[in-house]
């Protein structure tokens, strides 16, 4: 699949949002990421749907909201009203995550499902009718900035396979260490959706850190 590079709202500046978000569409965002945290799901907080409605006003990129919370089914309606075309929510998360699906689609949105290191990726295929998505953490979910652990390689290979088999056109995103030094091999591996935090907007060039990750990953 072409490669989408997803720029990760949560490490973008606050006090500056809308010149980081032009400067990274400028660059060629595919999508933005944002990473919805409880303090009760994950051990931190971050925003809720008011932070998608501000984006809509400086963006027209699709939004990809990450639900890391306890309680997913409580806040859909709100985050598919605030404007995200993507709601994925954990699969660890929700006692029927089937529900927490076929409530995103039928509000009108794109649903994914996030998997924690530790699950295993044939955990989805009861879910393959109804995503377009899975989220492979490369990390523990909680925090920005955290280094990406090799063993993701092989769940992005082994769930590239069984989706191959099963649901081709599901999308692989990975989330969690994603750098300039890594985002080839980790697309080489089977993801097509790459999610970079500190390595866009914790530099000194926004626009130009898109587009490199854009360019190790769409060169021949």
Do not use: W
Not at 52 to 60: A, H, L, P, S
Not at 132 to 146: A, E, R
Not at 171 to 178: E, M, S, T
């Amino acid at each position: 699949m072409k490669p989408l590079v997803s720029p990760s709202v949560l490490s973008a500046n606050f006090a500056r949002l809308q010149e980081d978000i032009k400067a990274a569409e400028k660059g060629g965002a595919d999508r933005f990421h944002l990473d919805v945290m409880d303090g009760h799901f994950v051990p931190n907080i971050s925003f809720g749907p008011m932070i998608v409605r501000t984006m809509k006003t400086i963006t027209k990129v699709p939004l990809d909201v990450h639900l890391m919370i306890s309680d997913p089914d409580k806040y859909i309606p709100e985050f598919v009203s605030a404007g995200a075309e993507f709601v994925v929510p954990h699969i660890e998360a929700s006692y029927d995550v089937y529900r927490s699906v076929q409530l995103i689609v039928e509000l009108g949105a794109k649903a994914g499902i996030a998997l924690n290191p530790g699950t295993p990726v044939e955990s989805v295929e009861p879910l393959l009718d109804k995503i377009d998505m899975v989220l492979i953490m490369s990390v523990c979910p909680g925090f920005g900035g955290q280094r990406f652990q090799p063993p993701a390689l092989k769940r992005v290979k082994d769930l590239r396979s069984m989706l191959d088999k099963l649901k081709p056109g599901v999308h692989i995103a990975v989330d969690g260490g994603v750098k300039k030094e890594n985002i080839a091999e980790i697309y080489a591996s089977g993801a097509d959706i790459l999610l970079a935090g500190s390595a866009v907007f914790e530099t000194q060039d926004i626009e130009k850190a898109v587009r490199e990750l854009k360019r190790l990953v769409e060169k021949p």
